[in-house]
T-cell receptor, first 111, second 114 residues
Framework: SQQGEEDPQALSIQEGENATMNCSYKTSINNLQWYRQNSGRGLVHLIL?????REKHSGRLRVTLDTSKKSSSLLITASRAADTASYFCATDARGFQKLVFGTGTRLLVSP | NAGVTQTPKFQVLKTGQSMTLQCAQD?????MYWYRQDPGMGLRLIYYSASEGTTDKGEVPNGYNVSRLNKREFSLRLESAAPSQTSVYFCASSQVGLSSYEQYFGPGTRLTVT
């Protein structure tokens, strides 16, 4: 069964708007990662947040982690058409090398 | 650097046929992984290799075998393909250390079993 569940499954916004996607997981973790997948391509690592961190920034990305609620959110500010992709969270709940991926959020950013 | 490469990009098999998916990385990473991605399911770990000479099962290992040929190469073999193995297969690698867990992915192999 999937450890992570992303919400929403799909998100459609205009360029310049912010996009927020959420990830929930079921068991304790040491870290949580976010990946992006462009259509027909492999995944690309975006950011990692550790269980003792609450918030992390990288460029236009902001990730939060709430271990008490077992949830994380990824915020992309000032979205661009090039941000159109699927976004996946991944946790190490089964071991630091046994990443468990969520089902993903499909983001469409229209010009 | 090419990163992680996979061959072939596409493959169509008949039920019962066998094939090997090849993966190579040029980043000198110690760990390598095989995942499958099905629509609406995210990625699921099939097998991984923490280091050269070791392999371990992931979440969905049934019907697959792997070989860590050397530090660079990690192959996935389907001995007798089944329609349920129709999927996109991704290889990944990482240099696992005190602060590094990022995985680097190949472009994928799209496999159809008829």
């Amino acid at each position: 069964s999937q450890q992570g569940e992303e919400d929403p499954q799909a998100l459609s916004i205009q360029e310049g708007e912010n996009a927020t996607m959420n990830c929930s997981y079921k068991t304790s973790i040491n870290n949580l990662q976010w990946y992006r997948q462009n259509s027909g391509r492999g995944l690309v690592h975006l950011i990692l947040i550790r269980s003792n961190e609450r918030e992390k920034h990288s460029g236009r990305l902001r990730v939060t982690l709430d271990t008490s609620k077992k949830s994380s959110s990824l915020l992309i500010t000032a979205s661009r058409a090039a941000d159109t992709a699927s976004y996946f969270c991944a946790t190490d709940a089964r071991g630091f090398q046994k990443l468990v991926f969520g089902t993903g959020t499909r983001l469409l950013v229209s010009p | 650097n090419a990163g992680v490469t996979q061959t072939p990009k596409f493959q169509v098999l008949k039920t019962g046929q066998s094939m090997t998916l090849q993966c190579a990385q040029d980043m000198n990473h110690n760990s390598m992984y095989w995942y499958r991605q099905d629509p609406g399911m995210g990625l699921r770990l099939i097998y991984y290799s923490a280091s050269e000479g070791t392999t371990d099962k992931g979440e969905v290992p049934n019907g697959y075998n792997v070989s860590r040929l050397n530090k660079r190469e990690f192959s996935l073999r389907l001995e007798s393909a089944a329609p349920s193995q129709t999927s996109v297969y991704f290889c990944a690698s990482s240099q696992v250390g005190l602060s590094s867990y990022e995985q680097y992915f190949g472009p994928g192999t799209r496999l159809t079993v008829t």
